[in-house]
C-alpha cells in the first residue's frame, strides 16, 4: 500500500476526502487546546473537531488504548460533550473508518484513471487493499471496528464498505475480460475467491508472520491472481 504521509504522524489513508471535515496542517498543533466549558463547540464544529482529534491519536497510539478522555483533551472539549456527540468510542471508530475508506478509494480511483491497462489496475487494487507492514494503522481501526457489536444501522455501514472492494475488484476484472486481456473468469465467484485469499494474506502480515519478512505479500498475491486470469494460450 502507498506509503505518503501528509504531515507528522499522520498517514494520509486516514484523512478523509477533500470537501470533508479532515485534519488540516495544523490538527496536531490543537492537540493541548484548552477546555472552555463555558464555550463548547456545537454541530459539525464538534464533531469535526472531535474527528481530527481522533484521527491524530489514531496515527499516533493505535485504536487499543484510544480514550475518549484523550480525544476530548486533543479537541480542546470535554469528555461530556464528546459521548454527546458521538455516544461512545465504537460510534466514533466507525466514522473514522468511513473517513478512511472515503479517501482510500478516492486515491485508489485517482490512481487508476492513470493506468494504462486492466492489468496495470489490477496491481494498484492489491497494493491498496493489502496493508503495508505489520501494525498499518488503517488495517489495525478496521480490526478494532470489526470486533465492536453493532446496530443494525452499523452492519448496514460496515457491509457497504466491505462490499466496495468486491465491487472495485469486479469493474476492474470486468473491463479486463472485455478486452480481452483477463480469461473468462466467473465474476462473483473469482472476486469471493480473490478478496477471501487477499484478507488472509492482510492477516498473516499484520500477524507479523516471518513468510513475509522476506517476500512480498503484494507480489505474491497479484501472481496467483494474474495466473487465473491469464486467458487460455498465453504464456
Known sequence: MPTSETGPG???????????????????????????????PS????????????????AEKGTA???????????????GHILYHFGKKDRLLLEV???????????FQQA?????SPAEKLDLFVRFYLPRHQ????????TQVMIQGHDEAGRRILTELLDGWDERLEAILREGRALGHFADV?????????????????????????????????????????????????A
Open 97 to 107: 473508518l468511513v473517513w478512511s475508506q472515503a479517501d482510500l478509494w478516492a486515491r
Open 43 to 58: 454541530g459539525d464544529e464538534a464533531r469535526g473537531r472531535a474527528m481530527r482529534a481522533a484521527i491524530s491519536l489514531i
Open 112 to 116: 487508476a484513471d492513470r493506468a494504462a
Open 65 to 79: 488504548g484510544l480514550r475518549m478522555s484523550d480525544i476530548a483533551a486533543r479537541a480542546g472539549m470535554s469528555t
Open 10 to 40: 499522520l498517514p494520509d489513508r486516514l484523512l478523509p476526502p477533500e470537501g470533508g471535515v479532515g485534519p488540516s496542517a495544523d490538527a496536531r498543533a490543537a492537540a493541548r487546546v484548552p477546555v472552555d466549558r463555558k464555550r463548547q
Open 186 to 234: 466467473d465474476l462473483p465467484e473469482f472476486t469471493i475467491r480473490a478478496v477471501a485469499m487477499l484478507s488472509g494474506i492482510s492477516e498473516d502480515v499484520m500477524f507479523g508472520r516471518s513468510r513475509w519478512q522476506h517476500s512480498s505479500a503484494h507480489a505474491f498475491a497479484l501472481s496467483a491472481l494474474e495466473r487465473e486470469l491469464r486467458p487460455t494460450g498465453r
Open 135 to 142: 501494525g498499518d494503522e488503517r488495517y489495525a481501526l478496521w
